[in-house]
């Protein structure tokens, strides 16, 4: 389990009703399969060595010792085999029957953990043949002995984080399902053996079923499904299975398509988001553990990495997100904006991302408060740096908005401040270029209480984690409408108002997407951007990829390597990508002194760094352990 990953499989195979020789052949294969493919665990459908709809021929003792002579044989064929399999078969016991998933592993059975929500409506009437699970209890099982019961834990001694627990079919679909009690007594990955027979749309709601229960018991969740084989003579079965991990759908089988479906799980993950999570409850124990040792695999990650996690993959998803998001913004803007009283706003335009973010948003609010859009000061500051493109562009969308546009030129108020502190103007560092950001700040702030107006704040997160912010600069407004929103999802923002746009202000926005990311504080080269900001902290989207990783899952350096060079493969090489890794965290650590004082502002999604609550970290914390990590890579 290198990384916290374990790989996983769902299969459903062909069976016949009654024939357990013939079923049992096919799932020995498929352990086989799964065993070569690197998988640690698989979990086969209700009742699968049997068939589930054999009826009332699970009242004959030949087909109750038919089950358990092919369950010895998938002992005996997969005994050199390091992987669990999880397969369902009818078990009789102190003179009860029960439907039951055995636990098998290395030649033994760990244990049979019975059904415990039992069916007794008309399409499933398993009351006729079989008792409800019982606690656990020791067991003969032909000639060996055996544990029995539904309060059964399988714990992995050498990966302490690989605990897991089964229910049946109907356990999931009932108010108080048996695996929020395995989770809450430690269990992170949950096996369902079902046999659910398909409908209209059955498979979406199954599909929902699966991702809540994996969310609301923070856990991974394997669901395998009886498909075909089994008798169509009211019901048709379609091999619908699902592996889901704390909401997230990682793996599906189309219905109908039977076949064995493989996840990578990320329990250090699982186990992280239940630390951070104080109302996940976790109780005493009372429950019965089974030990076993399984060996950490060296796994080539089929599991897939969007290189942008902030921005959904899906089309239609990015769409709704995005409106979702800038009714979040321009809703946080509207409050404090009723809250204050106050009817003006003002924001400095550069003509770059951010900024035209930062716009878009406080008209959207201005429009909801019906105010109009003329009390929106929007400030241009051309310096030293600015260039013709992104001074036009800033114009532009001003104009199209309706807002009020204010140029006011800071170079000659620069130039005496520079003098006035002995600074020779032609030098061109760090107080050279703070001295404009500064300025800025100083015009907007003067300019609001002028016009007793509110300056809107334009900095985004991905700046506020790298600190490529002046201190007391940029860095202050009074409500910053853009501090939890990244870089490479502010693009996505701008671009769905471009797309929305028509006319001028669309080709304004569309040059806006088009135009290099830069403060503009250092002089152009031949009338274009000279200080790219990209060339110096790093690509956006790999910090932002290191970002979320390492806030929102508290992944280590060295797994955030991993999982970089398989979401960014033919993008960045490896070099390239550890480079940016230290960059980032020694800039994240050497700049949390800026993100304790911010600004007020929105939280928009589960990543934010604001020290109200969703980061607090000394200002002064060592990054040496981490930059250590990403040295011995």
């Known amino acids: ?168 079919c109907e356990d999931s679909w009932v108010s108080a399902p048996p695996s929020c009690d395995l989770a809450k007594r430690g269990a992170t990955v949950i096996a369902n053996l079902s046999a ?93 553990e089974v030990y076993f040792t399984l060996p950490v695999k060296e796994l080539n990650l089929i599991r897939k990495f969007s290189p942008l996690p902030f921005v959904p993959q899906n089309r239609e998803n990015l769409t709704e997100r995005c409106e979702e998001i800038l009714s979040i913004q321009s809703t946080g803007l509207v409050t404090r904006l009723k809250h204050t009283n106050i009817k003006k706003a003002v924001l400095g335009i550069s003509g770059g991302l951010d900024s035209t973010l930062a716009l878009a948003v406080t008209v959207r609010a201005f429009d909801k408060l019906g105010l109009p859009r003329k009390n929106i000061i929007a400030v241009t500051m051309p310096a030293f740096g600015t260039t013709q493109r992104t001074k036009s562009n800033a114009k532009e969308i001003i104009g199209s908005y309706g807002c009020t546009y204010l140029e006011i030129d800071i170079s000659e108020t620069v130039k005496k401040h520079l003098k006035d502190i002995n600074h020779d103007e032609n030098t061109h560092d760090i107080t050279y270029e703070n001295a404009q950001a500064r300025e800025r700040t100083q015009v907007l702030m003067d300019i609001a209480n002028k016009y007793n107006a509110l300056v809107i704040g334009t900095g985004d997160l991905s700046e506020l984690a790298l600190g490529w912010a002046t201190y007391n600069g940029d860095h202050m407004s009074m409500y910053g409408v853009n501090c939890s929103i990244p870089k490479t999802l502010v693009r996505h923002l701008v671009s769905y108002e471009a797309q929305r746009a028509q006319g001028n202000l669309k080709k304004a926005l569309l040059d806006i997407l088009d135009t290099p990311v830069s403060p503009e504080l250092l002089p152009p080269k031949d009338g274009e951007i000279s200080q790219k900001t990209e060339e110096v902290v790093g690509p956006y989207e790999l910090h932002d990829f290191f970002l979320y990783y390492f806030i929102r899952f508290g992944y280590p350096p060295k797994k955030i390597y991993r999982i970089a060079k398989t979401a960014f493969s033919g993008a960045y090489d490896d070099e390239t990508i550890k480079k940016w890794l230290k960059v980032f965290f020694t800039r994240f650590f050497q700049n949390q002194f800026k993100r304790s004082c911010l600004p007020d502002g929105p939280k928009v999604g589960t990543v934010s760094l604001s020290p109200r609550g969703d980061f607090r970290m000394p200002s002064d914390a060592s990054c040496c352990a981490f930059l250590k990590e990403i040295e011995e890579l």
Do not use: W
Not at 116 to 142: A, M, W
């Open 196 to 288: 659910s027979d398909e409908l209209i749309g059955k498979a979406r709601y199954r599909r929902d079923l699966a991702k809540i229960h994996s969310s609301k018991t923070v856990s991974a969740f394997i669901y395998s499904s009886a498909g075909s084989g089994e008798s169509t003579t009211d019901l048709v079965f379609s091999g619908h299975n699902l592996i889901c991990e704390n909401g997230l759908l990682l793996a599906e089988s189309k219905p109908f398509e039977e076949t064995t479906i493989y996840a990578d799980i990320d329990l250090d993950k699982i186990s992280f988001e239940r630390a951070r999570l104080n109302t996940f409850d976790i109780e005493e124990n009372d429950y019965n």
């Open 1 to 168: 389990m290198k990384d916290g990953f374990i790989r996983v499989a769902a299969s459903t195979v062909e069976v016949r009703a009654a024939d357990c020789e013939n079923n049992a052949e096919n799932i020995i294969n498929e352990i086989k399969k799964a065993h070569e493919a690197g998988a640690s665990l698989i979990v086969f459908p209700e009742l699968s060595v049997s068939g589930y709809t054999c009826g009332d021929l699970f009242l004959q003792e030949t087909l109750i010792k038919a089950s358990a002579h092919a369950l010895f044989k998938i002992l005996e064929e997969t005994k050199n085999l390091d992987i669990i399999s999880i397969v369902g078969a009818p078990v009789r016991a102190n003179h009860k029957l029960y439907n039951c998933a055995a636990v098998l592993y290395k030649g033994g059975i760990l244990g049979f953990v019975p059904k415990l929500n039992i069916p007794n409506y008309t399409e499933f009437y398993e009351l006729r043949h079989f008792s409800k699970g019982t606690k656990c209890q020791v067991i003969d099982y032909y000639g060996k002995e055996a544990l029995l019961g539904y309060d059964i834990i399988f714990a992995c001694e050498n990966m302490p984080n690989f605990k897991f627990g089964v229910e049946i």
